[in-house]
């Protein structure tokens, strides 16, 4: 069975404060993938990044980066120097087959 | 901006009514998935439409059934409304390839069953 653990139920940090949203996951799958995605209040999901199996390589994008370990079956998530319009909750997913398995979200909140 | 596009984006029904939801995937896309969010989780994969036919399924009872057309939009039908049924539907729609590609979600449909 395929499962996410986002253990961080809501974070709150002070604008410019870095901050790691934490993403454990289970699998027997050998192939998989994982993804972040982003939901504003707006409430439409926006896709951060998608990383297969086969691929540990750690990924920054600007503010934000990513560690993929598969020894321990984490994909964790660092927003460096937030901002107040990072502000959402952040979902980490994991898929295997079309079988797309969301974690319970973690709520970000940057005050100024 | 996703390009995918959903309708309504609220809805209120009462219990054992039917409701369809429609979803406008991103153009050139074959793949169009369907998730239910309720309050505070995180989504719940409903089931995926390839080419018109079900390619997939999560834990949802027959009540819930879908149509894939071919212009690539979809629909989402919920017969026999329960009040547990009451969340956000979002639609997600992809390129397969026979990899899983990204998927891109609408702003979703906010459906109240009273």
Not at chain 1, 37 to 56: A, H
Not at chain 2, 52 to 62: A, D, L, T
Request: hydrophobic share 30%; aromatic share 14%.
């Amino acid at each position: 069975a395929q499962k996410v653990t986002q253990a961080q139920t809501e974070i709150s940090v002070v604008e410019k404060e870095d901050v790691t949203l934490d993403c454990v996951y289970e699998t027997r799958d050998t192939t998989y993938y994982l993804f972040w995605y982003k939901q504003p209040p707006s409430g439409e999901l926006v896709f951060l990044i998608r990383r297969n199996s086969f691929d540990e390589q750690n990924e920054i994008s600007g503010r934000y980066s990513w560690n993929f370990q598969k020894s321990t079956s984490s994909f964790n998530f660092t927003i460096t120097a937030s901002q107040v319009v990072d502000s959402a909750v952040y979902f980490c997913a994991l898929s295997h087959n079309n079988d797309m398995r969301f974690g319970a979200g973690t709520r970000l909140t940057v005050k100024p | 901006e996703t390009g995918v596009t959903q309708s309504p984006t609220h809805l209120i029904k009462t219990r054992g009514q039917q409701v369809t939801l429609r979803c406008s995937s991103q153009s050139g896309h074959n793949t169009v998935s369907w998730y239910q969010q309720a309050l505070g989780q995180g989504p719940q994969f409903i089931f995926q439409y390839y080419r018109e036919e079900e390619n997939g399924r999560g834990n949802f009872p027959p009540r819930f059934s879908g149509l894939q057309f071919p212009n690539y939009s979809s629909e989402l039908n919920v017969n026999a409304l329960e009040l547990d049924d009451s969340a956000l539907y979002l639609c997600a729609s992809s390129f397969w390839t026979g990899y899983q590609e990204t998927q891109y979600f609408g702003p979703g449909t906010r459906l109240l069953v009273l």
